[in-house]
Structures are given as structure tokens and as C-alpha cells.
């Protein structure tokens, strides 16, 4: 079967805000063992640039935790937090200066029966709808800290999916940054397909 392209690492080395608006729409892919597909639409990211920037991980430097933030554009950087949670991003930029793209929410398109196990006992409407949630759905923790997400065998990576028009995303401030001072604690740096949109995705899916 012939798949989508992959996005190469040129996407990942763009303007950061650039990234999280446009990542909206493509498809993270899981290979599992055994060649099973776990496919999301991404619905809802937030960018993190730089040390000036307060609310993100690299304002208190370079540490054994965020370093791979530092790293070359197209590599994954997952990190634990609240001690039970993994959550996943996409470093971008140009190597040395940390930044990242969180991935936020997907819209399960394929092994969905997977999905469901790992997140057993909870609605289909929220599998994937939160960042800690499709870690545990898509099996995404601490081992793909540094993954490649455009290497040849990467077995996480993200493949073109639909373009999403401007009229289909609403941006506004990263959530949970109660304790993050002014301007960044309201910075408009996060962006979501719309739910009408969603759904119209959602439909497209199950037809």
C-alpha cells in the first residue's frame, strides 16, 4: 500500500510558530511491532521558542531533561511531567537555539482498536483529545526522547495529511500557564482546527 510522504526535515527547521500552525492537519504515524499503523489527524498544537520565552522548558537553561530541545530540527522531544504523564514535541528550528512544537490532540484515523486498549474505559471522543492522552494512545514515552522523526527508519514521524484553511484554525494563549508571567502567559500560540471542521474530518473517517 502506498502511503503519504513524510514531511521532511526543511518543515521542522521553519519559524516555530510557522510549524505549529501548519503541522494542523498532517498525520502522526506509529509503526508498532509488527507493522500495525497508529494514525492521527493533528488537531491542536502550541509553539515553545527560545529561553526568553517564560513558558517554556528552556527559560532555566540547557538540562539532562530538555536537551534535546537544542538539538537538529525533525527530532522528537518527549518529556514526563506531573510524574505520570509523557508529552510529545517536535524540535524546530535551527540546532542550538531550543524550540519545540507540543502536539496537543489528534483525530484517531487508523489503528483506533489499539487506541482503545490503552485507553481502556474511555469514550472515543477522548482517546487522543489532550497531550497526555496520545502518548498513552499511540504508546509514545521516555525511549523516543531524541527519535528521528525523518530518519529512514523512524518508526514515529509525521506523513502530509489535509491543508487546513485559515478559516478552519483558532489560535489563542498554551493552556495551563497559571503561573507564567506576562506577555507569555498570553501569547496566542495555539492553534486548533476548528470543531466544525473536526467533525467534518471525524465524518470523513468513518465513511
Known sequence: MKYAPRLPRKFYRQDTLHVARHILGQRLVHLEA??????????EAEAYVGSE?????????????NATMWGEAGH??????????????LVTERAGY?????????????GVERMRKRRVGRPDAQLTDGPAKLCQAFGV????????????????????GVMITDQSVTSGPRVGLNTVAEPWK?????FCITRSFAKQLQEEIGS
Open 34 to 43: 509488527g507493522g500495525e499503523r497508529l494514525v492521527g489527524i493533528i488537531s
Open 53 to 65: 520565552d517564560l513558558a517554556c522548558h528552556a527559560r532555566v537553561g540547557r538540562t539532562q531533561r
Open 98 to 110: 531550543p524550540a519545540a512544537v507540543l502536539l496537543r490532540a489528534v483525530i484517531p484515523a487508523e
Open 186 to 190: 498570553s501569547m496566542p500560540w495555539r
Open 76 to 89: 522528537a522531544y518527549v518529556y514526563f511531567t506531573y510524574g505520570m504523564h509523557w508529552m510529545l514535541n
Open 141 to 160: 514515552d521516555r525511549q523516543f526522547d531524541g527519535h528521528d522523526l525523518c530518519g529512514p527508519a523512524a518508526v514515529l514521524f509525521i506523513e502530509r
